[in-house]
């Protein structure tokens, strides 16, 4: 590329970090990277009455924790710290560089102040509706004379600054991703660039902040596709180079309509709180609208700077499918050792109160084992071995194998319990226990299923669950393992008596 690759994410601090968010900042990461540019954070907190408390610091840690640190801007070392050259980096800190270069655009006629009260834009807003024409704000004050606008001013009447939208002009940009763009003049409003409060509105800030940190491209959601024509109006009347533009897929549902929160358009902070592991979320968030060409559907962020083309990003709407995300977080999981899957469980485990310090690392180990080739994510551990920690609760017709009668389900849970309790507790592993239960299956001639159906539901209190020999291995590990087991069997076999 020609001039120095900048890319920026500007989000606001009116909300948590969502998953639209996390994919705008890693577009323009991948982008800045892939092209030996830089990445930068600003955040627009121009709307100070929307701002929630602690946003910015979620928006600042979640860039840290998925590995998008900033080159410049706020970034996270135990707290917020500001890095960068072309700061500050927030705009509610830059201020008086917006009222200048408003009253700037007000010399060129490029703006211009307008002195509408709320009544009467809401009355010319009421009469468009009613002739069924586009909300748009009719020039008003821009009829008044140099001397009615300076006697105003000098009443201290309350006034907006304006952009001044040329009729009948035609703005064509070429945006990467869609190509050529087409929008007349005739359909851009009048946009409010400076506020009554003197704060800037999006328009301006964004422009000039572009600007002033040398912005190269612009990448950004599709609904600011209509905004763009605005801002290419600004750079012009400045005398500036507009950046170049890749407009982002939107995120749709599975109905393909636009993304609902319980669809998933949620806080980041709540999928990583479901179990949901952020280099799975963040390989899901890559291929929501980027097509890398390729069967290839798991890639580290290095991989990820290195595939990434915006020649590959799609132009219709991005589908959040859930279901694609819980395999791909199935596959992250399956890669952990079980050692590390059990750090990150832990605090699922105790969020069951299942006391997990009182139990040896290598039970814990065993179970994460039996599990991790099922688990989805992180937050359905406890559902699913809670039989191990805690007596299960089933109903006795659980222990029925099809149409059985209920005296030989307790015949065949007496036998196998005499069984076991000659086999002394160094033996409960599962190839001991598998081989010599099956020899006693075979030798008494009784019928698998209804041996080691009850014997599995005796020892979980459900239906589905991994084996009865892998159970008993992992209970083979604590000294009273071999009582767990005798003891849940005897308690099924009253349940059928």
């Known amino acids: 590329m020609s001039k120095n690759v900048r890319t920026r994410m500007a989000p606001s601090p009116t909300g948590f970090f969502h998953v639209g968010s996390l994919r705008t900042a890693l577009y323009n990461y991948l982008f800045a990277k892939k092209h030996g540019g830089k990445f930068i954070l600003r955040i627009e907190d121009t709307d100070q009455n929307r701002i929630v408390e602690g946003a910015l610091e979620n928006i600042v840690q979640s860039l840290h924790e998925f590995g998008l640190e900033a080159d410049e801007g706020p970034y996270w070392e135990n707290q917020i710290k500001e890095r960068g050259d072309k700061?500050?980096?927030?705009?509610?800190?830059?201020?008086?560089?917006?009222?200048?270069?408003?009253?700037?655009?007000?010399?060129?006629?490029?703006?211009?102040?307008?002195?509408?009260?709320?009544?009467?834009?809401?009355?010319?807003?009421?009469?468009?509706?009613?002739?069924?024409?586009?909300?748009?704000?009719?020039?008003?004050?821009?009829?008044?004379?140099?001397?009615?606008v300076r006697k105003k001013l000098t009443e201290k009447e309350p006034y907006v600054i304006r952009l001044n939208v040329p009729a009948d002009q035609t703005i064509r940009f070429t945006d990467l991703a869609h190509g050529e763009?087409?929008?007349?003049?005739?359909?851009?409003?009048?946009?409010?660039?400076?506020?009554?409060?003197?704060?800037?509105?999006?328009?301006?800030?964004?422009?000039?902040?572009?600007?002033?940190?040398?912005?190269s491209h612009?990448?950004?959601?599709?609904?600011?596709?209509?905004?763009?024509?605005?801002?290419?109006?600004?750079?012009?009347?400045?005398?500036?180079?507009?950046?170049?533009?890749?407009?982002l897929p939107?995120?749709?549902?599975?109905?393909?309509?636009?993304?609902?929160?319980?669809?998933?358009?949620?806080?980041?902070?709540?999928f990583i709180k479901q179990g949901y592991l952020p280099e799975a979320l963040l390989n899901f968030v890559a291929l929501l609208g980027w097509n890398p060409k390729t069967e290839q559907e798991v890639f580290t962020l290095k991989e990820l700077i290195e595939q990434f083309d915006v020649n590959k990003l799609n132009k219709s709407g991005a589908?959040?499918?859930?279901?694609?995300?819980?395999?791909?977080?199935?596959?992250?999981i399956r890669k952990l050792s079980a050692e590390d899957l059990l750090v990150k469980l832990e605090p699922y485990l105790k969020e069951n109160n299942f006391e997990i310090e009182n139990y040896p690392k290598q039970y814990l180990v065993k179970i994460i084992k039996l599990e991790q080739e099922r688990l989805k994510k992180l937050s359905e551990i406890g559902e699913r071995v809670s039989y191990f920690f805690l007596e299960p609760e089933y109903s006795p017709d659980l222990l029925i194998w099809k149409k059985t009668d209920k005296?030989?389900?307790r015949k065949n849970l007496n036998s196998i319990q005499v069984m076991l309790s000659g086999i002394p507790l160094e033996n409960f592993n599962q190839e001991y226990l598998e081989r010599e239960i099956k020899s006693f299956i075979e030798k008494n001639e009784l019928k698998t299923g209804e041996v080691l159906w009850p014997l599995r539901v005796a020892l979980t209190g459900v239906d589905a669950s991994p084996g009865p020999f892998e159970i008993m291995d992992a209970f083979?590990?604590?000294?009273?393992?071999?009582?767990?087991?005798?003891?849940?069997?005897e308690t099924a076999k009253l349940k059928v008596s």
């Open 407 to 409: 005296e030989t389900i």
């Open 218 to 247: 612009v990448i950004r959601g599709d609904e600011w596709i209509p905004s763009t024509p605005k801002h290419i109006l600004l750079y012009s009347s400045f005398g500036w180079e507009s950046p170049q533009y890749v407009h």
């Open 476 to 489: 083979g590990v604590l000294s009273n393992g071999k009582d767990l087991v005798l003891k849940r069997i």
């Open 181 to 215: 763009i087409t929008i007349s003049t005739n359909d851009v409003d009048d946009q409010v660039l400076l506020k009554s409060d003197g704060f800037p509105t999006y328009h301006l800030a964004v422009v000039v902040d572009d600007h002033a940190m040398e912005i």
């Open 319 to 332: 589908v959040f499918d859930l279901e694609k995300l819980d395999w791909i977080n199935g596959l992250y």
């Open 87 to 148: 700061g500050p980096y927030l705009q509610s800190q830059r201020l008086e560089m917006y009222r200048q270069y408003a009253q700037e655009l007000v010399d060129k006629k490029a703006a211009y102040y307008c002195f509408c009260t709320p009544q009467r834009l809401e009355e010319l807003r009421n009469s468009q509706e009613a002739q069924k024409l586009p909300p748009k704000y009719d020039k008003h004050c821009l009829k008044l004379s140099d001397e009615e």
């Open 250 to 270: 939107l995120l749709l549902s599975k109905s393909k309509k636009k993304l609902s929160k319980r669809e998933g358009d949620v806080a980041v902070k709540d």
